[in-house]
């Protein structure tokens, strides 16, 4: 009886060792995922973080190759008699400021979500391409 307790107490006790190593593995395993995951987040954050920065800079050249043409029309239309071209002027300079403004917007907030950036972006590109057709309209 005594030999059949030990057998059973040693059976039980491996058991129970194997189940601990077992859990031990387990919780190593998800730790370490967990840490590939936040890793894995944080280098996609910053490389599309990157190329959002590498869109803004290319945006703020071409307002301000957009902006030095347009603005270049200035002294024409203040010596301009008719109201309706200056109207639609001044139209053109309150785009470039909504564009001006839209990218000092994206240069200071980093915090912005991928979707809120790409939607500013076109909004800014919307704004640029209308000055640029206002002012083939001005040069034609």
């Known amino acids: 009886m005594k030999r059949s307790r030990l057998k ?3 059976t039980t ?6 189940l601990g190593v077992i859990l031990i593995l387990i919780t190593i395993g998800v730790i370490a995922y967990i840490g590939v995951a936040s890793l894995t ?6 490389v599309s973080s990157g190329a959002s920065h590498d869109q803004v800079a ?11 043409q347009y603005l270049s029309l200035n002294e024409q239309m203040i010596n301009s008699n008719d109201n ?6 001044n139209e053109g300079k309150l785009k470039l ?17 991928d979707e809120e950036v790409k939607t500013k972006v076109e909004s800014v590109q919307n704004n640029l391409k209308e000055v640029n057709e206002l002012y083939k309209q001005f040069t034609s």
């Open 8 to 10: 059973l107490f040693k």
């Open 84 to 89: 309706d071209l200056k109207l639609r002027y």
């Open 97 to 113: 400021s909504e564009a001006q403004t839209t990218i000092s917007s994206l240069e200071t907030n980093n915090e912005l979500t």
């Open 13 to 18: 006790s491996l058991t129970i060792s194997l």
């Open 41 to 46: 987040n944080t280098v996609s954050d910053t």
């Open 58 to 68: 290319s945006l703020q050249s071409q307002y301000t190759n957009t902006s030095n």
